[in-house]
């Protein structure tokens, strides 16, 4: 069984940072990348950064500068940290992961940021 589990979350002003990580467990093999998903209430789950096995890396336009996405492939674990927040950033973030046959992810971490 495959187990992603995510910390790391919570509240903070604006301007401020926080450090999300998540650790996958279980049976995987051929990782192609982690990533870091979020997502608000009726809205669709959106990509914020992933990191490929080849060590590629990618964001979203509206974190490019103030996120970056780091964490070792082999171990299974991925961290976003996250600087000058801004309320937009406010969601729940959920830590993915995906081989050549599935799909996988955590059960989400809140973010809040206040203005």
């Known amino acids: 069984q495959v187990e992603l589990v995510e910390s790391g979350g919570g509240l903070v002003q604006a301007g401020g940072s926080l450090r999300l990580s998540c650790a996958a467990s279980?049976?995987?093999?051929?990782?192609?990348?982690m990533a870091w998903y979020r997502q608000a209430p009726a809205r669709l789950r959106a990509l914020v950064a992933e990191?490929?096995?080849?060590?590629?890396?990618d964001y979203a336009d509206s974190v490019k500068g103030r996120f970056t996405i780091s964490g070792d492939i082999a171990q299974k674990t991925v961290h976003l940290q996250m600087n000058n927040l801004k309320p937009e950033d406010t969601d729940i973030y959920y830590c993915?992961?995906?081989?050549?046959?599935?799909?996988?992810w955590g059960q989400g971490t809140q973010v809040t940021v206040s203005s």
């Open positions: 993915n992961l995906w081989d050549s046959e599935h799909n996988y």
């Open positions: 279980g049976n995987i093999s051929g990782i192609k990348g």
């Open positions: 990191m490929y096995a080849n060590d590629r890396r």
